[in-house]
T-cell receptor
């Protein structure tokens, strides 16, 4: 069955520290991969996406993610976290065709000053 | 260029009442998706519509839920005879085209949060 797993429900980091949010997927073929961020009471904003090509993708707000086919992973990273990065982060996969995305349960990020 | 507009942002209903959630896609977008987010969970696909057509409703509960996207006006998600388990955030998203691609990435609205008493 197709699924997305985000193993960390909550993560707390200090401002200025590096960040890595994990995402593993189960899918029969190479999927399209996305990271979205959701601030409290807001909709989802696309951070970055992977469709093909270079496995290291750059996104907005200084985020990047690396697709590792052998590990079925698409982890999100940021070298230095800002207090404004506190939010919930969702990894999603798409089968191609139309945008019927499968989302992980999310990782809630807290940032300490 | 306004984004995806959803209203109401918050809706409170008593059990057995009807809930209607509206979604106006981004200008130029003709593909609309509804997703539901239950508390402490990720988003789950419900339905995909194009103008006057339901393309995929495989994520919709079989009873009480319906969706439409008329030729004119917003897309509507309708929940009849609501129950407490319907309490959730309902997100609408739109895209310019159908195929998953860089040009057709979903843009999400801010969501409608339904509370059933």
């Amino acid at each position: 069955a197709q699924s997305v797993t985000q193993p960390d429900i909550h993560i707390t980091v200090s401002e200025g520290a590096s960040l890595e949010l994990r995402c593993n997927y189960s899918y029969g073929a190479t999927p399209y991969l996305f990271w979205y961020v959701q601030s409290p009471g807001q909709g989802l904003q696309l951070l970055l996406k992977y469709f093909s090509g270079d496995t290291l993708v750059q996104g907005i707000k200084g985020f990047e993610a690396e697709f590792k086919r052998s590990q079925s992973s698409f982890n999100l990273r940021k070298p230095s976290v800002h207090w404004s990065d506190a939010a919930e982060y969702f990894c999603a996969v798409g089968p191609g065709g139309y945008n019927k995305l499968i989302f992980g349960a999310g990782t809630r990020l807290a940032v300490h000053p | 260029n306004a984004g995806v507009m959803q209203n109401p942002r918050h809706l409170v209903r008593r059990r057995g009442q009807e809930a209607r959630l509206r979604c106006s896609p981004m200008k130029g977008h003709s593909h609309v998706y509804w997703y539901r987010q239950l508390p402490e969970e990720g988003l789950k696909f419900m339905v995909y519509l194009q103008k006057e057509n339901i393309i995929d409703e495989s994520g919709m509960p079989k009873e009480r839920f319906s969706a439409e996207f008329p030729k004119e006006g917003p897309s509507i998600l309708r929940i009849q005879q609501v129950v407490r388990g319907d309490s959730a955030a309902y997100f609408c998203a739109s895209s310019q085209g159908a195929e998953t691609s860089g040009a057709n990435v979903l843009t999400f609205g801010a969501g409608s949060r339904l509370t059933v008493l």
